[in-house]
């Protein structure tokens, strides 16, 4: 389990995120809510180790995560997916995903991720020599995940996943998260359009100013008003 505890954190001597508390069980999927600029982003910089944590704190099973490197974090089974994909776009398929097992040192187990991967997006598979920048934007996101499932995380963070998609695309990647999530593995996904993500998740929180400003089971979510009025767009 992720356990954040009253976290203080942000990307300058500002915090964006301001005494937050949340959890992500084992084997879940948790949704991040918030318009743009309520702190989604800066939360899961914080919980990867990109952004340093003032104060409050972060564990995974037990085990803190603020003080340690991004690289130490990931071996832990904690992956960032990041917002806008972050892919090297000159770099063919197969270098990106092999980059994204770059800690793993086991090559049989590097070989094994690798054919978990295709056979989740076969479309990666068939696309593998190609540049990453000439993938379509779904592509890309497919991308993007299969990259960090190359490291096999028990916990994925996902930001704004759906960034640039059509809406049946971005209904294609939560199937895929969907699959993940049935692996064994947790996600936490952060979008600021809360629909569809409150069908695919169990719990979720709603970010305002970088506090959790509502929390509650998914239906419970998606069903209060307040949420309704604010974050239930079109997807
Ligand atoms: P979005 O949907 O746009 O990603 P978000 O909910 O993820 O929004 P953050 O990007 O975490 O929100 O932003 C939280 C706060 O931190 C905002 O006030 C934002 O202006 C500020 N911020 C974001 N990026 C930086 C940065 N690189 N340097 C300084 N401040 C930043």
């Known amino acids: 389990m992720l356990a954040l505890e009253k976290l203080y954190s942000g990307y300058t001597a500002?915090?964006?995120?301001?005494?937050?508390?949340?959890?992500?069980?084992?084997?879940?999927i948790v949704a991040?809510?918030?318009?743009?600029?309520?702190?989604?982003?800066?939360?899961?910089?914080?919980?990867?180790g990109l952004n340093r944590i003032r104060a409050g704190g972060v564990t995974f099973d037990g085990i803190t995560l603020q003080g340690r490197h991004p690289a130490r974090i990931t071996e832990l089974g904690v992956v960032h997916v990041p917002q806008g994909r972050a892919l090297f776009g000159a770099m063919s398929v197969l270098e990106n995903l092999e980059l994204g097992a770059y800690l793993v040192r086991d090559r049989a187990a590097r070989e094994r991720s690798l054919e978990q991967v295709f056979a989740m997006f076969p479309v990666l598979k068939e696309r593998a020599w190609q540049a990453a920048a000439y993938l379509s934007g779904?592509?890309?996101?497919?991308?993007?995940i299969g990259r960090a499932l190359m490291t096999q995380p028990r916990l994925l963070l996902l930001d704004e996943p759906s960034l640039g998609l059509a809406p049946k695309v971005f209904d294609g990647i939560l199937e895929k998260?969907?699959?993940?999530?049935?692996?064994?593995a947790s996600v936490l996904i952060a979008e600021q359009s809360a629909r569809k993500v409150l069908r695919t998740a169990q719990h979720g929180y709603v970010l305002e100013n970088g506090s959790v400003a509502l929390q509650g089971s998914a239906a419970e979510l998606a069903s209060d008003p307040r949420v309704a009025e604010a974050y239930l767009g079109s997807t």
Request: charged share 20%; glycine share 12%.
């Open 138 to 144: 779904g592509e890309q996101q497919m991308l993007a």
């Open 14 to 28: 500002v915090d964006a995120v301001r005494g937050l508390s949340l959890r992500v069980p084992a084997r879940s």
């Open 177 to 184: 998260v969907r699959e993940i999530h049935a692996a064994g």
């Open 32 to 48: 991040l809510l918030g318009a743009n600029g309520a702190g989604k982003t800066a939360v899961m910089r914080a919980i990867s």
